[in-house]
């Protein structure tokens, strides 16, 4: 069954990302990160934090060639050189990954991808952070350091997904359908779509509380909740995304 649900949460990722790339309307101003405003939201509600992940991207439309995208690795190798760099490139494409660990609790990542298609580069640099549970450290870093990060990497404005993985605590022992009932008026969330069956429901919506949004059949929505119970007495897992679940549930 797990199986099943992660492929329900894969179509929609997927069918978010066609949206994105068809009309992007989730480029908001770096310094303003959304992760800090759901966690706020989720930890009022007593839900355990697991996990939680910021991935941002931007299309690099000045890098015309392979040669620019190994002149922009370059560049951030000079930039970050305690990071791990590594690198792989044919013909026709190229990649250049770096990752950054200081502690056991948040992981850094950049990429270069870029491909060739009739003699013209297609490249994109994104940056992502992970992290395990939530706590001062998490707070400072989101706070005080991934603003500056962001800003030094990309240069102006680029896309951002927010996601968090949790758990619900003693208090929200309810159905599915009402914790995402409680979850929606919490977010002050207006529902546009939603999956639902006995142990899984899935569900997107627009909330005040995100700036950036995609288009969902003709409806702007900027918000994905998934919910999973594990049946009678057992624990009730969530993972919550802005403007998309990008990851894994």
């Known amino acids: 069954m797990l199986k099943k649900y992660t492929l329900y949460f894969a179509i929609i990722a997927i069918i978010g990302f066609v949206t994105i790339n068809l009309g ?26 697991q996990d939680w992940t910021i991935h941002a991207r931007k299309n690099m439309e000045n890098v015309e060639n392979l040669r620019d995208a190994e002149t922009l690795a370059g560049k951030m190798k ?9 690198s792989s490139s044919s013909k026709d494409k190229a990649e250049y990954s770096a990752v950054f660990q200081a502690d056991g609790n948040k992981k850094e990542s950049i990429k270069i991808l870029s491909t060739l298609t009739n003699g013209k580069a ?47 605590g003693d208090k929200m022992k309810k159905t599915l359908p009402d914790n995402v009932n409680e979850l929606m008026k919490a977010f002050d969330a207006k529902e546009i779509e939603s999956l639902k069956e ?25 918000l994905q909740i998934g919910l999973r119970t594990q049946g009678l007495g057992g624990k009730t897992t969530l993972v919550v995304g802005t403007p998309i679940i990008t990851i894994e549930y």
């Open 198 to 222: 006995s142990s899984f429901i899935s569900a997107s919506a627009y909330s005040p509380m995100f700036a950036g949004s995609i288009e969902s059949n003709n409806d702007e929505m900027n």
């Open 122 to 168: 297609h490249t994109y640099l994104i940056y992502e952070a992970t992290g395990h549970g939530w706590g001062k450290g998490t707070e400072t870093f989101l706070k005080e350091e991934l603003s500056d990060k962001l800003s030094d990497i990309f240069r102006g404005n680029a896309t951002i997904f927010s996601c968090i993985k949790g758990e619900f």
């Open 78 to 86: 000079a930039d970050y050189p305690e990071w791990e760099w590594t």
């Open 24 to 49: 992007n309307k989730t480029t908001v101003a770096i310094g303003k990160h959304d992760l800090l405003t759901m966690a706020a939201v989720l930890q009022n509600k007593d839900i355990l934090i």
